[in-house]
Nanobody
Framework: QVQLVESGGGLVQPGGSLRLSCAAS????????MGWYRQAPGKQRELVAA???????????NYADSVKGRFTISRDNAKKTMYLRMNNLKPEDTAVYYC??????????????WGQGTQVTVSS
């Protein structure tokens, strides 16, 4: 059974940084593309960043325009963990952040497995 557990959220001031983690269990982690989503109150869940799977190295990445240059997605296949480093945080980044295991390896598309979410609040 696949389980995804996010951690690392919290309250941070504008301009601050956080690193989110998504720990996976119960499956072969390295072959799957993975994604980070967020959902703010009253808004739809949106894809923030994704990283492909398979082979060695960190995989190919892509980002939503709103976070390019500020967020970095990465993965450690040995630890079965994905990360989202968030710098220069803005109040509009406030949301619950979720990780998702993709359906395939080389191209990310959302799969059926989600974590429970971790709250990120950016406020002074």
């Amino acid at each position: 059974q696949v389980q995804l557990v996010e951690s690392g959220g919290g309250l941070v001031q504008p301009g601050g940084s956080l690193r989110l983690s998504c720990a996976a269990s119960g499956s072969i982690f390295s072959i799957y593309a993975m994604g980070w989503y967020r959902q703010a109150p009253g808004k739809q869940r949106e894809l923030v960043a994704a990283i492909t799977g398979g082979g060695t190295g960190g995989g190919s990445t892509n980002y939503a325009d709103s976070v390019k240059g500020r967020f970095t997605i990465s993965r450690d296949n040995a630890k079965k963990t994905m990360y989202l480093r968030m710098n220069n945080l803005k109040p509009e980044d406030t949301a619950v952040y979720y990780c998702n295991r993709g359906r395939g390896s080389d191209i990310y598309s959302p799969g059926d497995y989600w974590g429970q979410g971790t709250q990120v609040t950016v406020s002074s």
